[in-house]
């Protein structure tokens, strides 16, 4: 008579600890995914009238968005050159604002009073959970 673990149990074990992994791999995933769209944005609007630039963002994340002086949780990048600091909420005319989720805050911008060039910018808004882009043709 040999010694060892029957099969029926080695069996059980084996489906035990391959059931404990997936739930581990699971949890892991659906944490790393929840984490990463909690902060997701939209370009409602955009549009360039007098050399300046009006954007109409949307937080279609989970989390609210805030930017503080310029910086914060997104950027705002006009033909690759980041922007963010001289995009001020229309409402409070500053560049400190926050994004409650399924909210739309409106943002304008003159380039730090230099205006934007006649011809098309491409517009790039970058979160930590996407990016979205659009072009907007300045007459």
């Known amino acids: 008579m040999s010694r060892g673990i029957s099969s029926i149990i080695a069996i059980i074990l084996l489906l035990v600890i391959t059931i404990a992994l997936a739930g581990t791999v699971y949890i892991f995933i659906t ?4 984490s990463k769209m909690s902060k997701v944005v939209s370009l409602s609007y955009a549009s360039c009238f007098d050399h300046n630039i009006t954007l109409a ?6 989390e609210n968005i805030t930017v503080t002086s310029g910086s914060g949780d997104i950027k705002i990048l006009i033909d690759n050159d980041d922007k963010t600091q001289y995009f001020n909420d ?3 005319n500053t560049n400190t604002y926050s994004i409650a989720p399924n909210h739309i805050i409106i943002l304008l911008s ?30």
């Not at 963002?57 to 989970?62: C, P």
């Open 90 to 92: 229309t409402k409070t």
């Open 31 to 34: 944490g790393a995914i929840t």
């Open 57 to 62: 963002i949307r937080n279609d994340g989970t």
């Open 110 to 139: 003159d380039n730090n009073g230099a205006g934007y060039a006649t011809g098309n910018h491409q517009v790039l808004i970058v979160s930590s959970s996407n990016a979205v882009s659009q072009t907007v043709r300045c007459e």
